[in-house]
């Protein structure tokens, strides 16, 4: 068996009865105990699968992500802006769409069938500021000003409700840069460590409490040194350094996180939007890229899922910018090996392309149900079906195989 399996059985309470009481209170306040007595964490229940929320801000076009480039209204509203079919990688069997060619990835994903997109994704009474739209999907609730569901996001309640663990639930934003909790790195944090292994291996404390404190303190380094190890090849490196690699390093921590959230920003694109998405497109592509090769060499991408999603669509025709302002109904976007691939939702039709901004038939919460119900394996319904919050659970088809 190997170390890393031999940690994933131990379970927290364990480690707490070897270390000793005084562990406990003191994990509360040292973020370096925390990450330790966190990493010995299991599960109650689930599938044991990790779920990847990546945050696209802005609102994303989706129709330059997935174009029905044969459209003529499509065309006729995007005269700078429509793809053509030399812009996009036809989708097989479908030549009606295209994906764009800034994202050869995801095309190459979308051949193996691991790739679904969820299209025409929104909620009802379509909010078009960025920062009310943003909350709407985190909080999981349409109507804000009630303030019902709105004290933790809708995957803290998930945690809190099926996997109450300090590190169930990981966001890159909050957790800051992963190397300063054991990672390489030159930084104090991993001096201290260092030190404190150190001392831990040439000591034995006067009391039980000291003891499990210097205990703590062995395992740090430990553990550390196995995270090293694990990560010293991966291919994410330098500038690239983004939240996808530390997404990828915290998913290699055996935290008994369930799911990693992190963003990737500036698709607010209301002028010059080709060019815009000239630098986002092959960066989110690249920097994809690498995060599934560095889950691949950690053996757990075949457990992995990652949702893409924004807080709205964009306009149907551009401006004079040319970009295109808010919109309503966008895309979201499932990847992983054991997803359904394909097209799901509703097709975009000639009769939605001469609306003002892309309707919704797919309500964001029933994607996020999906995800929750078929690749996590707990009941989203007492996530989302909160008083006085109700909508349509229906995506139209199975998400995942």
């Known amino acids: 068996m190997t170390d890393c399996a031999e940690h994933q059985l131990m379970t927290r309470r364990s480690f707490f009865g070897q270390a000793g009481l005084g562990v406990g209170a003191i994990a509360l306040t040292d973020p370096i105990l925390k990450t330790v007595a966190s990493a010995f964490a299991q599960s109650g229940g689930g599938t044991g699968n990790l779920l990847v929320l990546c945050q696209l801000n802005g609102g ?49 994903l979308y051949g ?45 309640r998930l945690r809190k409700t099926y996997f109450d663990e300090p590190f169930g639930v990981l966001d890159t934003r909050s957790i800051g840069d992963p190397s300063k909790y054991g990672y390489p790195d030159r930084t104090y944090r991993r001096a201290a460590q260092d030190a404190f292994g150190r001392l831990s291996r040439s000591n034995a404390g006067s009391s039980s409490r000291q003891q499990a404190v210097l205990d703590a303190y062995a395992r740090i380094d430990e553990r550390g040194e196995e995270i090293r190890t694990r990560t010293e090849n991966f291919e994410s490196t330098g500038e690239s350094r983004g939240d996808f690699f530390r997404a990828a390093q915290l998913a290699s921590a055996d935290l008994g996180s369930q799911v990693v959230k992190l963003g990737f920003g500036g698709f607010d694109t209301h002028g ?10 092959p960066n989110l592509n690249d920097d994809f890229k690498q995060f599934v ?11 992995t899922c990652v949702c893409f999603y924004t807080e709205f669509g964009r306009r149907n025709a551009e401006n004079g910018s040319p970009g295109t302002d808010h ?60 008083d006085g919050e109700t909508f349509d659970e229906n995506v139209g088809s199975s998400l995942f195989v």
């Open 327 to 386: 919109g309503h109904g966008g895309h979201m976007i499932l990847v992983g090996p054991s997803v359904n691939g394909g097209l799901h939702g509703q097709n975009v039709t000639s009769a939605d392309m001469q609306e003002k901004s892309l309707p919704y038939y797919v309500d964001f919460r029933s994607v996020f149900s999906s995800c929750i119900r078929d690749w996590l394996g707990f009941d989203p319904k007492p996530i989302f079906q909160l």
């Open 272 to 281: 010059s939007q080709d060019e815009a998405q000239g630098r986002l497109f």
């Open 60 to 108: 994303l076009d989706g129709l330059s992500v997935l174009a029905p480039f044969t459209n003529s209204v499509y065309k006729s509203n995007r005269p700078v802006l429509a793809l053509g079919d030399g812009d996009v990688t036809r989708l097989p069997g479908n030549a009606d769409y295209g994906i764009n060619n800034m994202l050869p990835f995801f095309s190459e």
């Open 112 to 156: 193996l069938g691991q790739v679904a997109f969820v299209q025409q994704v929104g909620y009802p009474d379509a909010n078009g500021s960025h920062f009310e739209s943003q909350e709407v999907f985190e909080f999981g609730v349409r109507n804000l000003a009630t303030g019902v569901g709105t004290s933790a996001t809708w995957y803290e």
């Open 293 to 303: 090769n560095d889950l691949k060499a950690l053996g757990i991408w075949e457990r």
